[in-house]
């Protein structure tokens, strides 16, 4: 009966990590991508700041690196940091695109594997509720430029014009005769 009982364990941690390493991918990645509508320089000039991330989630976000069009960052989880790097895409003068993306180390411990897929969830949790709050921020030109910036059209109420023929190209004097009577 015991012999039983010690066979059933076996196999059921045998099938456990066969089904982790079937579901949990190694090496595991973890990424996600949001839109802004702002200018690419902008959003790069917002994401450089440790400050702005400061203001999202304190001693989470550490910038490591800034790059063209790219910020390495950490993120503390827990006891860990993990690095996160961030890619700008522009979309057109005025939207941008950001990607987000981490890559954990390839293991084969399974349980190694279940804690990483933890931290992968919550890690995402994370990046989506700071880059959600971080697309809200970028929202109001204030926040990126120091100004409210306000597009507007104004009237031209004031339009002097004349017009002439001319039998052959006109000279500089008479271009400038026309403009005198005007």
Avoid: C
């Avoid at 990424?31 to 450089?48: D, K, P, Q």
């Avoid at 790059?67 to 950490?74: A, C, G, K, P, R």
């Avoid at 597009?151 to 005198?180: C, G, Q, W």
């Amino acid at each position: 009966m015991k012999t039983r009982l010690f066979i059933a364990i076996i196999f059921i941690i045998v099938f456990a990590g066969i089904i982790i390493y079937l579901l949990i991918p190694s090496p595991l990645t973890a990424s996600n991508r949001i839109s802004f509508s702002t200018s690419t320089n902008g959003a790069y000039r917002t994401l450089v700041k440790q400050d702005n991330w400061d203001k999202f989630s304190p001693e989470t976000f550490f910038i490591r690196k800034r790059l063209v069009n790219t910020i390495e960052i950490d993120v503390k989880n827990k006891k860990d940091k993990i690095p996160v790097s961030i890619l700008l895409i522009p979309l057109s003068n005025d939207s941008v695109q950001l990607v987000w993306k981490t890559q954990f180390a390839p293991v084969s411990n399974p349980v190694t594997k279940i804690k990483q897929h933890s931290q992968s969830i919550a890690i995402r949790a994370e990046m989506d509720k700071v880059l959600k709050h971080f697309q809200e921020f970028v929202a109001h030109n204030e926040n990126i430029y120091g100004v409210h910036i306000k597009e507007t059209s104004t009237k031209d109420t004031f339009l002097v014009a004349t017009r002439f023929t001319a039998k052959s190209f006109p000279s500089n004097e008479m271009i400038y005769s026309h403009i005198n009577k005007l």
